[in-house]
């Protein structure tokens, strides 16, 4: 991702934040122009739940660039509390303790970094749900 | 030093990576020397210091219960900074939405670079400058290998926001002091991975000197003495040190035991001593006072007395306890470990 790109999406991506179609009420993340259910344009920001349950998940052995130093991971698609779906990797898991169902809170991690010289892109990712032992 | 308009805690959050490496699996791998600790915790391949203070100061909100735009000063005190140049207090105010309207900058000052920062949030707060400053102290700090400070040094943080005292805040604090000098013990040059000390040169002249120095002039200052402290809470490189001088300030092993996370969880560096005083506040009653104080090599040593007030015990059921954090846990061997903190080059 460039710079410029990143910086765009930090708030988005530091703070989990989505948006609301004014028209259907759907929650969206990533942002889009339009409503992907509707297509209505009018989107208002809106800041998603920070805790949600594993719908389905793969291990990622293989990853994309920049990636590399990660794998292997876990990659969850999870239903937030409000509501949204959101594709997210999962830490602080093994692979053998996920589970559709599992329930998992946001934390905030390195997600890329542009080589040893380049900016390091932080965002969010999700862990299992830490209580009290 | 002492405020001219009273300052309290209103909120603190601590943060430990869940991976833990054994002291006995690194004499495992170098050969065995007397273990100065258990276990530490070791930040995991996408964890830094700007990750660790981002979880620490969301715990802090979400225990103060406040608006994160109405914090008007962010300071990390860390000596691990991801960036050479570019500050993490930056990083750490977007991901909590306290930006634009906030000073942020990071403190350098070996293990008190946290305390350091205490300082300066209470000043900003007491002055009326800003309505809450949050001080966060994290590290992952490195040991060269087969190093004995490799036993040791371990990653994890946590933050305190300051406001005026209230009744919301959970603990006032009743004066600090300071005590620096120019003391050689420990160093790392710009683009080194790795720290140096000078062995035994690191306790008397170094940690003793200053912790008691600073310790003995608050107590001095405040006219209280060690019996006037229910809790105790002195920076952690080990077991041994905090022990003793602890022993020789007067002080009982009643009075740093909950603060004293040294064992299960390493040298945190910047976070040890903040951490130390957030386990304590999670088991201090109303009334307690704690004696705190930092060492930094460098050197120096920051002590803050604070009295807990009623308003801790409303977010005790709700609140994540540092003992949270210790129990949850991973171990990894040491490759894992040499792989997890960038000592594996390709
Ligand atoms: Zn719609």
């Given amino acids: 991702m460039s710079v410029p790109r990143y910086w765009r999406e930090i708030k988005y991506r530091y703070r989990l934040i989505g948006e609301l179609c004014t028209e259907c009420g759907a929650i969206i993340f990533p942002r889009r122009r339009l409503c992907p259910h509707c297509g209505c344009r009018e989107l208002e920001e809106c800041k998603l739940s920070e805790t949600g349950t594993v719908l389905s998940w793969t291990v990622i052995q293989h990853p994309p660039k920049g990636y590399e130093k990660y794998a292997p991971y876990v990659v969850a698609l999870i239903k937030l509390d409000d509501g949204a779906q959101i594709l997210s990797q999962v830490v602080d898991v093994e692979p053998e303790e996920m589970r559709v169902g599992l329930r998992v809170e946001a934390t905030f991690r390195r997600v890329r970094e542009d080589g040893s010289s380049g900016i390091i892109e932080y965002g969010y990712k999700f862990r299992p749900i830490i209580e009290e032992p | ?346």
């Fill in chain 2, 1 to 346: 030093m002492k405020t001219s308009r009273p300052v309290g805690i209103i909120g603190y959050g601590a943060y430990i990576p869940m991976n833990r490496l054994k002291a006995s699996e690194i004499s495992r791998v170098w050969g065995g020397c007397a273990e100065p600790i258990e276990e530490k915790a070791v930040a995991s391949i996408d964890e830094d210091a700007v990750t660790i203070a981002v979880e620490c100061a969301r715990y802090a909100i979400k225990r103060a219960k406040i608006d994160p735009r109405e914090i008007g000063a962010i300071y990390v005190g860390t000596e691990s900074k991801p960036y050479a140049v570019k500050p993490c207090g930056t990083i750490v105010a977007e991901a909590i939405g306290a930006t634009p309207h906030v000073t942020a900058a990071d403190y350098e000052f070996a293990c008190k670079a946290g305390t350091e920062a205490f300082q300066a949030c209470i000043g900003l707060v007491s002055s009326g400058m800003v309505k809450y400053a949050m001080a966060i102290g994290a590290d992952t700090a490195q040991g060269r290998p087969a190093d004995p400070l490799e036993y040791t040094v371990a990653c994890g943080g946590a933050a305190l926001i300051f406001t005026l005292k209230s009744e919301r805040t959970l603990a006032y604090l009743e004066g600090s002091y300071s005590y620096v000098t120019d003391t050689p013990d420990f160093w790392r040059r710009g683009l080194e991975m790795y720290p140096r000390h000078g062995n035994r040169f690191t306790g008397e002249p170094a940690y003793f000197r200053h912790i008691i120095g600073a310790a003995k002039g608050l107590m001095a200052e405040l006219g209280y003495g060690p019996e006037d402290f229910k809790y105790a809470v002195f920076h952690q490189p080990n077991v041994k040190f905090p022990v003793k001088v602890a022993k020789r300030l007067g002080f009982s092993m009643d009075a740093i035991k909950p603060g004293l996370i040294v064992p299960y969880v390493g040298n945190t560096y910047a976070g040890s001593t903040p951490i130390g005083l957030a386990a304590t506040l999670d088991v201090a009653e109303p009334g307690d006072r704690i004696l705190v104080v930092s060492y930094g090599s460098g050197a120096g040593s920051d002590a803050f007395s604070f009295v807990v007030q009623d308003a801790i015990m409303e977010g005790r059921p709700r609140d994540l306890p540092v003992s949270a954090f210790i129990a949850r846990k991973r171990y990894i061997d040491y490759s894992l470990y040499s792989r997890m903190r960038g000592k594996i080059h390709l």
